[in-house]
């Protein structure tokens, strides 16, 4: 199915390069999605117990792409819902470092700053000294001599502007052995990346679905090592704990929280559109391995790449570049308004941080990738 635009609501003539904002669903997710909707319209006909196995087998599908086991996983709404539980359980020494990368999401950004803060820790920005090796500066801030040992990093395996690679399984163990955890944001790389926790051994990973997954909003997944589930969740409601009908009993010390990470699920997670189409979507992609779908968008980065070189653009260099996230550089950085003039001739993109870029998904072909090259080309030159 990799490269099967039918799938789709893609027009002929539609290039569509911007995944990493945000993926467009299939046709099977969209319906799932009505069908999810159509049933509140008669709600006592809907088996609110096959909702639940719904949700259930949904956590196991997330689990999968990531190695983990259904109980390590928790079901939440969205990727600063698994940050902000993170740091609401985790309590560092003061005086400590936190970590992250130079111009990082908001998303974990703002989180760790305001972590940091509210424990006397000290949050430190790494940014490469030349070029895109992120994995050799945040080594070098973790082993600087005299430097405070590290408590807490907020990781990505990629830059979400620029794609560069950061090797992660050199950089935990590192962090692990200064007594430090690390949460890895996996948005820009669950589904279309292979991952494994049992390699990696991250203390979190979290991930949504709306972007390389090809699934809704309003649905992520936590994935919470064994030695953090014990964590007091967010939310206080009837799905964070277990008993015969949890719902109709008062005195809380009467209801054991749920084992495992589903104690950390976020209320209400049957949304009647959420769970279906999150499920719809993770059955779709979970038609190929996540190796396959690098392997083919790679192919097309790579197209595109070469492209560039005629048109005197810089890439992230080959051996940094991730395979489906490609950023390009100009002479000076890209304006806002490109994006438009590139829509204009039906490509689509983005521009983050003054660069260009270009992110292919399973359903682009390698015409997507001339197309992409004859508009740049064109707008270039203007």
């Not at 799905?239 to 990470?261: C, E, H, I, K, M």
């Not at 810089?314 to 002479?331: K, M, N, W, Y």
């Not at 829509?343 to 983005?350: D, L, Q």
Request: aromatic residues 6%; charged residues 15%; glycine residues 8%.
């Amino acid at each position: 199915m990799i490269g099967i635009k039918e799938a789709f609501a893609l027009p002929e003539g539609v290039c569509y390069l911007n995944a990493a904002a945000i993926g467009p669903i299939p046709d099977v997710v969209q319906q799932a999605g009505i069908a999810g909707i159509s049933s509140k319209r008669q709600p006592w006909i809907r088996d609110r117990a096959a909702a639940r196995q719904m949700t259930d087998e949904l956590r196991g599908l997330a689990a999968g792409l990531i190695g983990a086991r259904s109980s390590d996983v928790a079901v939440i709404t969205a990727v600063s819902y698994g940050i902000a539980t993170v740091c609401a359980g985790h309590r560092p020494p003061p005086g400590s470092r936190f970590l992250v990368l130079a111009g990082e999401h908001t998303s974990l950004s703002l989180g760790l700053a305001r972590h940091a803060e509210v424990h006397g820790c000290t949050l430190e920005i790494v940014e490469p000294t030349h070029g895109d090796d992120w994995t050799a500066a945040l080594t070098a801030a973790l082993l600087r001599p005299g430097a405070a040992p590290v408590s807490f990093a907020g990781l990505t395996p990629l830059h979400w502007t620029s794609g560069a690679v950061v090797d992660l399984s050199r950089i935990i163990p590192i962090i692990h052995a200064q007594g430090g955890v690390v949460l890895v944001d996996a948005t820009q790389a669950a589904g279309i990346m292979p991952i494994d926790v049992t390699k990696l051994q991250p203390d979190w990973l979290v991930f949504p679905t709306y972007k390389w997954l090809l699934g809704p909003f309003h649905l992520a997944f936590l994935y919470v090592a064994p030695q953090h589930q014990e964590i007091q969740p967010l939310e206080q409601h009837v799905g964070t704990r277990q008993g015969p009908n949890p719902a109709l009993v008062q005195d809380s010390s009467q209801l054991a929280f749920a084992s495992g990470a589903t104690r950390l699920d976020s209320g209400e997670p049957d949304t009647f559109a959420a769970i279906p189409m999150g499920l719809a979507a993770l059955t779709f992609m979970t038609g190929w391995s996540a190796e396959a779908a690098s392997a083919h968008v790679s192919s097309l980065t790579k197209i595109i790449a070469e492209g560039l070189k005629s048109l005197s653009l810089c890439t992230v260099e080959d051996r940094f570049r991730s395979p489906h996230i490609l950023a390009v550089r100009g002479q000076s950085p890209f304006p806002e308004s490109m994006v438009a003039r590139l829509a204009a001739r039906n490509v689509h993109i983005s521009v983050r941080h003054g660069l260009i870029r270009i992110s292919p998904h399973v359903y682009n072909l390698d015409a997507d990738a001339a197309q992409c090259l004859t508009a740049l080309s064109y707008e270039l030159s203007r």
